[in-house]
């Protein structure tokens, strides 16, 4: 989890250096930021519900790891799959349905 940070920490001590990017990763620290975002309730972040819920599809063994709201929003579109992004990103577009949907 640190090898990113220290390679752009301490980048001038090998500036030919490579960092090989682990692409599975990724959303497991997005899934980390999400629910740290959305412990804020004054500001709540629609993208971050979306990826939320996104993930939620993607990745259904981590299901239960999901504020129960999301998984209530999964459980009523039974329609949406994971490899549906262009559907996720119109959700992040109609803030308002999603307020109201989660």
Do not use: Y
Request: net charge negative; aromatic share 10%; proline share 7%.
């Amino acid at each position: 989890m640190n090898a990113p940070r220290n390679f752009f920490k301490h980048a001038d001590n090998d500036p030919e250096g490579t960092l090989k990017f682990h692409e599975v990763s990724n959303g497991h620290l997005m899934l980390d930021a999400c629910a740290v975002l959305r412990q804020f309730p004054e500001s709540p972040l629609v993208e971050a519900t979306v990826f939320l819920a996104w993930f939620g599809l993607a990745e259904p063994q981590m299901r239960n790891a999901l504020p129960e709201e999301v998984r209530n929003f999964l459980e009523d579109r039974n329609d949406l799959g994971a490899e549906d992004f262009p559907r996720f990103r119109n959700l992040c577009n109609r803030v308002e349905a999603i307020a109201r949907d989660v």
